[in-house]
């Protein structure tokens, strides 16, 4: 087995779901990491973001150090739950190796070790950030801008790692997840008349919801579709013979660029104006994460579409409907494209694989970039 490949086999043996799914973390992977920099003569730091869980960052000098491109990617996986084949056991099997991370995204993330290792004096500094809780919260990849910022250290670029089919992506999806939850009158279900039924006012705001998505469905941007909202979970009722006092859904909308968690909330505000005030409360987001778009004729895209095209793979910018670290670096002012081996349908799945040649191409990519950009 090549290095590369023996790499990223190694990266999926170590355990790192993430805690909020009933993991141990990413330590593992960070731990192997920091060994491969050390192993390699990389520059390294590991900075604690959360109890337990650290960054890892690597470095290597450029010929102008006042300028600096990163390469970031993500350690920690999603859980195990309804996998149909060992999880933390490798397999090559017909040119694809499977395992759980396999594809989101440690293949990305051996791609970018191996291609700080391969790289002798860039034309600027390249920056390996591997980061945690992308599969969560984000906290790693905010980490790791604290952490930039605190050295004085300003980005020009940057690639994240994900699963593209090795499109390069300028442009994704946000996401805005919050709660809508109905309040009732508690009483006896042999006489529901006294009370007022929380699931049932919910059944009606669910109608009044899926009337407005499917309007929603006309609203479209041309790189990534359609806006998109998927009412995921909902909760109601503490015993059969009681009239249920309060009914609580989850929704995820998959926002637009150029929409905000502002103007979204607001139009569901609008949509859920006829229920009363305190039959129908609209909680504040639990998570939002606005959508990104950097230009077609950025330095950064006009890179990485170059590199492709002397690759002879396709070159042409596209968009993606999942999110990721991304967002975050582009909106600190860094313009960040996405890229990397497999295919976002294999990501989270029960037989998560990649294909190696993937993987080989994707290695490939990310050291022609750090050799190109700012040449």
């Not at 909020?20 to 192997?32: H, K, N, R, T, Y």
């Amino acid at each position: 087995m090549e290095p590369l490949i023996e790499t990223l086999s190694e990266l999926i043996s170590i355990n790192s779901i993430n805690p909020e799914w009933g993991g141990p973390g990413e330590s593992g992977v960070a731990d192997f990491v920091e060994t491969f920099l050390e192993n390699a003569e990389i520059e390294s730091w590991r900075e604690e973001v959360l109890p337990g869980r650290s960054n890892v960052m690597g470095r290597i000098a450029g010929k102008d150090s006042n300028r600096a491109v990163l390469l970031e990617a993500h350690m920690d996986t999603v859980s195990v739950a309804g996998m149909t084949i060992p999880p933390f056991s490798p397999e090559v099997l017909d040119g694809k190796l499977y395992g759980r991370g396999s594809c989101d995204t440690k293949a990305g993330l051996a791609g970018m070790m191996h291609a700080l290792a391969a790289v002798e004096k860039p034309p600027c500094d390249v920056y390996l950030l591997a980061v945690i809780d992308e599969e969560h919260a984000f906290r790693g990849v905010l980490g790791a801008l604290d952490w930039l910022e605190k050295r004085g250290v300003k980005a020009e670029a940057a690639i994240v790692a994900e699963p593209t089919e090795l499109k390069v992506i300028r442009c994704n999806k946000g996401v805005l997840r919050w709660q809508i939850e109905t309040r009732g009158i508690v009483a006896h279900s042999s006489k529901p008349h006294l009370g007022r039924n929380a699931i049932a006012t919910m059944a009606r705001v669910i109608v009044e919801l899926e009337k407005f998505h499917e309007v929603l469905a006309d609203r479209t941007h041309p790189l990534v579709g359609a806006a998109t909202c998927n009412i995921g979970l909902i909760k109601g009722g503490a015993q059969v013979n009681f009239v249920p006092e309060e009914c609580v859904i989850t929704l995820d909308r998959r926002m637009l660029p150029r929409e905000t968690a502002k103007s979204v909330i607001s139009e569901y505000e609008e949509v859920l104006r006829d229920f009363p005030d305190d039959e129908v409360i609209i909680h504040p987001p639990m998570l939002s994460d606005e959508a990104m778009e950097i230009a077609a004729d950025s330095p950064v895209t006009l890179c990485a579409s170059s590199v492709l095209s002397a690759m002879g793979l396709d070159a042409e910018p596209r968009g993606v409907p999942f999110g990721c670290d991304c967002t975050k670096l582009s909106r600190a002012g860094i313009p960040s494209l996405i890229f990397g081996p497999g295919s976002i349908d294999q990501a989270h799945t029960a037989a998560e694989f990649v294909d190696i040649d993937h993987v080989e191409l994707a290695f490939d990519f990310y050291r022609r970039f750090l050799l190109e950009y700012g040449a």
